[in-house]
T-cell receptor, first 110, second 114 residues
Framework: QQPVQSPQAVILREGEDAVINCSSS?????VHWYRQKHGEAPVFLMI?????EQKGHDKISASFNEKKQQSSLYLTASQLSYSGTYFC???????????FGTGTSLTVIP | KAGVTQTPRYLIKTRGQQVTLSCSPI?????VSWYQQTPGQGLQFLFE???????NKGNFPGRFSGRQFSNSRSEMNVSTLELGDSALYLC?????????????FGPGTRLTVL
């Protein structure tokens, strides 16, 4: 039930855009997005719920396609500080176990 | 508001020993989840405790156990350590009783088994 993330790794130049995808084979209640910098703990970015509600940082945008059980994280006008590993986490129902993807390594270069 | 704290931050043990890790959640959070993170494996879910009861459990052997106290602090114990247990162990706290169940992670405990 682990979600599948793509791509596994991406390298961007400052100012470029990127999209990270997260797919699940199960119907989901929520999708979470986290970013982990090297040597640090994962940090919450955004949560998207079935039905359209979402909560997260103003500078981060994401979508959740309930029909496809797929979520996408959009990183626009990337900055050096965006570098890190991005994880999606999924929850089948509220209160159920979280499953995290294997992560997408994002590197932004000058 | 203070964040999630984990102690100790680093541990070195030898095979066969046992270890106990501690996690203090954000004040007011009743859920604590534990994850094992190794290179290439991402975040592997160990278990979740909510109001002192194990609510969810991942696919780890019985050598991995945990508990939660009335103040929501949680401990994780690994007995008979194996080399493959070397990893970063993260705990995360959450309200888990509302609409949004975002998790807040602690800095982790880096366990090395020799």
């Amino acid at each position: 039930q682990q979600p599948v993330q793509s791509p596994q790794a991406v390298i961007l130049r400052e100012g470029e855009d990127a999209v990270i995808n997260c797919s699940s084979s199960k119907a989901l209640y929520s999708v979470h997005w986290y970013r982990q910098k090297h040597g640090e703990a994962p940090v919450f970015l955004m949560i998207l719920l079935k039905g359209g509600e979402q909560k997260g940082h103003d500078k981060i945008s994401a979508s959740f396609n309930e029909k496809k059980q797929q979520s996408s994280l959009y990183l626009t006008a990337s900055q050096l500080s965006y570098s890190g590993t991005y994880f999606c986490g999924t929850e089948k129902n509220t209160g159920n176990q979280f499953y995290f993807g294997t992560g997408t390594s994002l590197t932004v270069i000058p | 508001k203070a964040g999630v704290t984990q102690t100790p931050r680093y541990l070195i043990k030898t095979r066969g020993q046992q270890v106990t890790l501690s996690c203090s959640p954000i004040s007011g959070h009743r859920s604590v989840s534990w994850y094992q993170q190794t290179p290439g494996q991402g975040l592997q879910f160990l278990f979740e405790y909510f109001s002192e009861t194990q609510r969810n459990k991942g696919n780890f052997p019985g050598r991995f156990s945990g508990r939660q106290f009335s103040n929501s602090r949680s401990e994780m114990n690994v007995s008979t350590l194996e080399l493959g247990d070397s990893a970063l162990y993260l705990c995360a706290s959450s309200f888990r009783s509302g609409t949004y169940n975002e998790q807040f992670f602690g800095p982790g405990t880096r366990l090395t088994v020799l």
